[in-house]
């Protein structure tokens, strides 16, 4: 097992540089650069561009500027300064100024808290509902479980997000329409609006599988031998049936860990989904990279939680 | 690890190497070609001057040929980069719009379509270098010009030029900023730079303010700050000498007076006495001079450096060849005196700009990188930063040692980043928050909002204009009548209550925008308003002289950057332009970061200046 693990890590690390090398060539390719524009969106005059280019060491020859990036961030742990916030530097604005003073209200942190809970929400309300539907395949618990499943996968959480604010913050005046952190209110609808889609990914998913499973001979064989059908359920049908389902959980995880961009964005929370995306379009390179490798890790980890938990839902799956 | 396995991961980072390798630019060829027959050149002048004054005869035949060689492939290069040029800038007509950094033409008229200026890509100064010449005459005897009134006619006749002499640009509308206002909320926003907090009242019993902004904070630093979203922070931390007033005047702040040269060189501005920083220190004139200067810093490369460039010398103290800037100077603790290396009336408009923020250098050096946090910042204004996370919110406390702190009625204020307009609106009509500006809110319940007359609506001053401006280097966008037929068959009504979803602009077929000295009213301005038949006639005089018998053979490109309702809007301008004239006019939309570079490429290739 250790073993495994460790061979594991070192594969992981030869990944990862081809992700950081990737990464980089696409941002060398891309057009424009990140002081094409000032920040009124107003084209800036060639001559400051040029000189912020130099002040960040971005006129130097690509592969001088990947060494020393890389070489900054194996030796010293440093991301680079944000291009685009200049006042402060990648891992300032993803781990805040002073992480240890306040570290749950880190951006990094909130996004991995707000991912988490609904991680839990997604996967403990999305297993039983898809071994409820097996077990009453094609009969009403089942209609009822997957008409919720289709509903929760086919409404973008975009809108899903919005219709919540419409219902529980403006009509019912419940909830407040955005923040984090202030009070626990705060989190009910970003966690509902995330964990929804992937719940209903993962009922489904368990109900294909479980009903794959509960046709197989042992799970008759368990039956015959007279044991009770809670058992059967529970240990031999619904373990075997979630190791598919446990493949999904892995990128999922990382998925919401590491921040979600449209929910974070329509509830307002602070976390680090919106780099993704306004790291891309500012041309932000260093926050580029950083968000890549940041999920990069965080779904090359994942991802060997998975695989060492195959081996406990199937002894049969060995590490050598 | 099996054999194949390292074989495939070691094949996997040669290849990476190799792509890393790739990226690494060509050694520019243009610079080495000329260093190189610049060299020839020399060795061939040597030789020769050698053989003359010996009369030996020396053979420089190969010398010659070599010359002829670099020369020959300079040329090629050339040819192939102009070829690359018209290939890669193929547009026609491109949009961009422009708001006005302080209230005078030139800062639209010169910063923005001067024939060298970088922000415009018609090239007309090249295209039209008679034309180009007297815009600058014009310019630069307005600039200089005490009188107001000879200037601005100065101003309008260099408009014309662009406007109706060659019709170079199509302005579409007047700018202006939207947004929701609870009635409680009491204060103006002026047209240039940030409302201030200290003058707003809320009567709703409430002490804190809640002012969202619409986009992440680029920076607290007010030498670095440009966009609107760090400037509403930053006027609440930062007192200027003056401010802004409702009407567009300037009322005391920081300094109580100020008076002005005869020959309008010298500004001598009086500061309050006993004002003090947010840390009990008081505030004296080296640190609006301190402001200044950071500013215009060579080594900051501040977008906003050229603002300040009518005080003497300062273009050479920020290009670094110059190394103090002896026109700013305190005379004395509350006496800050400026020199301009000519007059110029607008200067005194930037009074209240963020340009004259003072600075505290000791704050700055005592903490290099972290200046700016909420712990480390330092203010003269009416607040002072609580919490200043630029992705998350800011929270401000009103400023115990402020020389005005009686007269500000808000206690708090906090500005929550909110990134999405749809949760603006939803915050809004929920009560979670005061007032936002800045398009902030969907803009079909923007629209709603206008033409129900809600009392929460409001629209604030913001002058500046969207514009499509043409490439006067393009086939067919070449032609003054084929540009006049472009702007007569743009119906701006249509497109502002349509596509582009806001009635309530205004229209316009002028550079200098409403709101501005110089503006001239629909019914005397400059340009060409839609008028289709009028399109027509410019059209086929243009078809005439060009040899074109079928309308449907001009094929012009219309490009713009796809954020917003462009796409909407510009899919309307093309179809405008097709049914008017006949003509195909093809919409190209583009992300834009690429939009810019491409721009600006375009720019250095064609050479935007002479």
């Known amino acids: 097992m250790a073993t495994f693990i460790a061979n594991r890590l070192i594969r992981s690390v030869v990944v990862l540089f081809l992700v950081s090398v990737v990464t980089f060539t696409f941002i060398q390719l891309a057009p424009g650069g990140p002081f094409s524009a000032d920040n009124s969106m107003r084209p800036r005059p060639p001559e400051i561009e040029a000189k912020l280019m130099a002040q960040y060491g971005l006129d130097r020859p690509p592969v001088e500027q990947y060494l020393r990036y890389m070489g900054n961030l194996l030796l010293k742990g440093e991301l680079g300064p944000s291009l685009r916030q200049k006042d402060y530097t990648v891992n300032q604005l993803m781990f805040s100024r002073d992480f240890w003073a306040n570290p749950m209200q880190t951006p990094v942190m909130i996004s991995a808290t707000l991912g988490l809970i609904a991680f839990v929400l997604a996967v403990g309300t999305g297993i039983p509902l898809g071994v409820v539907s097996a077990l009453y395949r094609n009969k009403l618990p089942d209609h009822i479980a997957m008409f919720i499943s289709t509903l929760g996968i086919s409404i973008p959480n975009f809108v899903l997000g919005l219709l919540m604010i419409l219902v529980f913050a403006l009509t019912l005046g419940w909830l407040p329409v955005y923040g984090w952190g202030d009070s626990w209110k705060q989190m009910v609808m970003p966690v509902i609006t995330l964990g929804t889609g992937g719940m209903a990914l993962i009922a489904r998913l368990t109900r294909a599988s479980m009903l794959e499973v509960l046709g197989q001979d042992y799970v008759r064989t368990a039956r015959s031998k007279g044991l009770s059908e809670r058992v059967v359920m529970s240990r031999h049908a619904l373990k075997n049936s979630l190791i598919p389902v446990v493949t999904v959980l892995g990128p999922l995880l990382a998925a919401w860990l590491t921040g979600t961009f449209l929910v974070e964005l329509v509830f307002a929370v602070p976390g680090i989904g919106r780099f993704f995306v306004s790291a891309v379009t500012d041309r932000d390179y ?35 | 690890m099996s054999h194949r396995k390292t074989w495939l991961a070691i094949s996997l980072l040669v290849v990476a190497a190799l792509t890393l390798a790739a990226c690494a630019p060509a050694a520019a060829p243009a ?110 005897a307005a600039k200089s010009d005490p009188n107001v009134d000879t200037r601005l006619a100065n101003y309008q006749a ?54 969202p902004v619409g986009a992440v904070v680029s920076t607290f630093d007010p030498n670095a700050c440009t966009d609107t979203t760090c400037s509403a922070v930053l006027y609440q931390v930062l007192d200027a000498p003056f401010q802004y007033t409702e009407d567009g005047g300037l009322a005391p702040l920081a300094a109580e007076s100020f008076e002005v040269s005869d020959d309008g060189l010298v500004y001598t501005i009086k500061l309050r006495e006993g004002a003090l920083w947010s840390d009990g220190e008081p505030v004296v004139a080296q640190h609006f001079v301190d402001g200044i200067k950071r500013l215009l810093s060579p080594d900051l490369a501040n977008d906003y450096a050229f603002v300040m460039f009518p005080i003497d010398g300062a273009q050479a103290y920020n290009a670094g060849e110059q190394a103090d800037l002896p026109s700013v100077v305190a005379v004395d603790d509350l006496t800050l005196q400026i020199t301009l290396s000519a007059p110029a009336s607008f200067f005194e408009s930037l009074l209240a700009f963020s340009t004259f923020h003072p600075i505290r250098l000791d704050v700055i050096e005592a903490n290099p990188d972290s200046w700016t946090a909420a712990e480390n910042f330092v203010g003269n204004g009416a607040y002072t930063f609580v919490e200043a996370d630029p992705n998350a919110g800011i929270k401000l406390a009103k400023s115990e040692t402020y020389w005005d702190a009686a007269n500000v ?128 006639a410019f059209l086929n005089e243009y078809m005439a002289s060009a040899g074109i018998t079928d309308a449907s053979e001009i094929v012009v490109e219309v490009w713009f950057n796809s954020n917003g309702t462009n796409p909407q809007v510009y899919a309307a301008v093309t179809d405008m332009w097709e049914t008017t004239l006949g003509i195909d006019a093809r919409t190209v939309g583009v992300e834009f970061a690429t939009y810019l570079d491409v721009l600006e490429q375009c720019n250095v290739l064609g050479g935007g200046g002479f």
């Open chain 2, 158 to 211: 260099a408009e014309d030029i662009l406007i109706d002499e060659l019709s170079v640009v199509i302005p579409i509308f007047n700018r202006d900023r939207t947004g929701l206002r609870q009635t409680y909320v009491e204060g103006y926003y002026p047209a240039f730079g940030a409302a201030r907090f200290a003058n707003w009242d809320l009567t709703n019993g409430s002490d804190t303010l809640r002012y």
């Open chain 1, 286 to 320: 260093t926050l580029i990279m950083a968000t890549i490798l940041f999920y990069s890790v965080t779904l090359v980890l994942s991802n060997l939680a998975v695989d060492v938990l195959y081996g406990y839902l199937d002894p049969r799956i060995r590490f050598d």
């Open chain 2, 409 to 536: 009625s808000i206690a708090n204020v906090e500005m929550d980043v909110l990134l999405e307009p749809a949760t603006t609106l939803a915050a809004f009509d929920a009560g979670e928050i005061d007032a936002t500006t800045g398009g902030s809110i969907p803009s079909a319940d923007t629209v709603a909002r206008y033409t129900a007359n809600d009392p929460n609506f409001i629209r604030v001053a913001q002058p500046g204009i969207e514009y499509i401006g043409l490439n006067t280097s393009a086939e067919h966008t070449n032609d003054v009548n084929f540009r006049k037929a472009l702007a007569s068959a743009t119906d701006r009504r249509t497109i502002l209550d349509g596509p582009a979803g806001t009635p309530w602009r205004v229209e316009t077929t002028s550079l200098i925008p409403l709101g501005i000295a110089g503006y001239r009213e629909p019914a005397e301005a400059p340009g060409y308003p839609y008028d289709p038949e009028a399109a027509v």
């Open chain 2, 31 to 140: 610079g080495d070609a000329s260093a190189e027959i610049a060299g020839l050149q020399n060795q061939l002048a040597t030789a020769q001057a050698a053989a003359a004054a010996g009369g030996e005869a020396v053979d420089t035949t190969e010398l010659e040929n070599q010359l002829a060689t670099a020369q020959a492939e300079a040329a090629a290069a050339a040819e192939q980069a102009q070829a690359a040029q018209s290939q890669a800038c193929g547009y026609n007509t491109y949009r961009l719009g422009w708001v006005m950094d302080y209230p005078d033409p030139v800062n639209i008229v010169n910063d923005v379509f001067a024939p060298t200026s970088d922000f415009q890509y018609t090239f007309w100064g090249k295209t039209y270098p008679d034309q180009a010449a007297t815009f600058e005459e014009l310019v630069n």
